[in-house]
């Protein structure tokens, strides 16, 4: 069976950086994991820009011209990211007529226009949305009848697309490299004194990085626990972090890594001693987090975060998002957890993580819609 992934923003960049996120990550694990399963598979994606290059990939790409959405009439973020997907669907109208796809993979609203003019001139194609978050528009219920089967990556997403569009998606969560995001050998982890928070994702402001560095500095203040932080990640909020690290007399225990390459940022986690994401809007998974935890860390999230809904006490604890007070008490509390050994046993966490999170089990999943 051939299947198309049809996601331009999959290969803008490498993954950390301010355009390519969690969806992005999903395209390429997924889309792998069904070649290994047999199939053959198709991403259609942007050309990346001069200076950007995107992940390696043992997929066939189809890369096309896009429009960038700051060149395109600023009438809204919706309107722009709906204009850059319809003008790259007709930058790779002739790639898609000459793969001839059995099976489309969707991952965002913008994109049921598409699937529905496809969808009339092959009405056989198998068209499978994901809801990976809300990014709905006006109008766009009219195109979603060109959607045969739906999943979404949390509860939160589910109960979210089901009150949009009248069809509840089955849930099928997000996957991760649970080979290569692995807890490696505990002998070779860096000796330190200090508690180490790691956390890693694009640094803008919903991500709720501000309130964790707040939250270690009151940590310090509080109850003198002298917690180090390090953030990977690029974003726009890089000069506002730096100032505030800066104020709160942080720089000794606040390291901002920067975009890091999948190796580096597998050894940074391992590093750590617990993961941290203090998301304060809608996370809708976080693939992110889960990485974290297959390295074997124990998670703290915001109840933003949809992946908390997969996961158990065993594994993760979550706070309310914005409660700065609340995340500066459960950093107190997991500090004192810090040595119990069902809490830090990281090669029964990652055993848990992968029955759940492989991406072959994730396919599969996939697979099953495309069937009924």
């Not at 399963?37 to 820009?49: I, R």
């Not at 697309?161 to 996957?175: D, K």
């Not at 390090?230 to 975009?259: D, H, M, W, Y």
């Not at 309310?320 to 459960?330: F, H, S």
Request: proline residues 5%; glycine residues 8%.
């Amino acid at each position: 069976m051939k299947i198309g992934i049809f996601l331009p923003n999959a290969t803008f960049d490498l993954p950390g950086s301010p355009e390519v996120g969690g969806i992005e990550t999903f395209s390429f694990t997924v889309g792998e994991a069904l070649q290994r399963l047999g199939h053959e598979v198709v991403l259609f994606g942007g050309q990346p820009k001069p200076g950007r290059a995107h992940r390696a990939t043992t997929l066939t790409l189809e890369l096309r011209p896009y429009w960038e959405t700051k060149s395109i009439p600023d009438l809204g973020t919706r309107f722009q990211r709906l204009v850059q997907r319809l003008h790259f669907a007709w930058s790779s109208r002739h790639a898609w007529a000459q793969q001839h796809c059995d099976v489309l993979l969707l991952a965002k609203p913008f994109d049921w226009p598409v699937a529905w003019w496809w969808k009339r001139s092959r009405p056989e194609i198998k068209i499978i949305m994901g809801f990976h978050g809300t990014d709905y528009f006006i109008g766009d219920r009219s195109f979603y009848g060109a959607i045969d089967a739906a999943f979404a990556v949390s509860k939160t997403v589910a109960d979210l697309a089901e009150a949009h569009v009248g069809r509840r998606p089955v849930l099928i969560p997000n996957p991760v490299d649970v080979d290569f995001f692995s807890p490696g050998d505990a002998g070779t982890r860096e000796k330190n004194d200090d508690w180490h928070l790691v956390s890693s994702g694009r640094l803008v402001g919903w991500k709720g990085f501000a309130n964790l560095i707040e939250a270690v500095a009151r940590l310090r203040d509080e109850h003198q626990i002298k917690a180090r932080l390090s953030l990977a990640g690029e974003g726009p909020e890089r000069k506002n972090f730096e100032t505030k690290i800066a104020e709160l007399k942080l720089t000794g225990q606040v390291r901002l890594c920067g975009l890091l390459e999948a190796s580096a940022l597998r050894d940074l986690l391992r590093s750590g001693d617990l993961y941290v994401l203090p998301s304060i809007g809608l996370e809708a998974f976080s693939i992110s987090a889960l990485e974290g935890a297959c390295v074997g860390l124990p998670l703290l999230l915001s109840d933003q975060v949809g992946l908390g809904g997969f996961l158990t006490e065993a594994d993760c604890v979550t706070y309310p998002a914005r409660d700065v007070v609340a995340l500066v008490a459960m950093l107190k509390k997991l500090h004192d957890r810090r040595s119990e050994p069902v809490w830090t046993d990281r090669a029964t966490r990652h055993a848990r993580q992968r029955e759940q999170f492989a991406p072959e089990r994730v396919a599969r999943k996939i697979l099953e819609l495309v069937s009924k």
